[in-house]
């Protein structure tokens, strides 16, 4: 299984582009990148670490091909992320700088979104210690998946327990 925190970011290409727009409001999700790509083996990742799974460390990231292409961004290109707090006008927002890693292209809404670490997230969205949900692998046939499904969700009282995707039949 593997925690994931998404949260919507403001992303900035650094250095900026006058021809381009300022920044861009993103979905990042914070998580072991490696993992996913693990529970994703479809995912088709361009750059340096193609071939093998990535561990992103605190200051790399992944951008999804559709963020990369409006933004013109590739391999070893610099972002910065902040929240995308509507209500905050501070000047002193949390913001981090990334190194982009790798360019994901799935056909799906991850090549809208950026991946970094899940402590990095966290820390930039003052949301420590919290994620938005867990995402697992069931091997198995259906009616075993199914048999998993009510199990968790009879296990975790509370919680929306679904499949995401069903693989084979």
Known sequence: FVPVLNVVVRLKRLPADARLPEFQNVVAVGSDFAFLRNLYPGWRLQGGEAGRAIQ????????????AARLRLGVGD???LQPADPDSSSSDQVHQNFRITGVLSTGAAEDDQVFVSL???QTLSGLNGKISLVQLSVPGEATEIERTLQELSATLAGVEVRPIRQIVE
């Open 56 to 67: 992103l460390a605190p200051s790399e990231c992944v951008v999804g091909s559709h963020v």
């Open 78 to 80: 610099s972002i910065g």
């Open 119 to 121: 402590a990095s997230l």
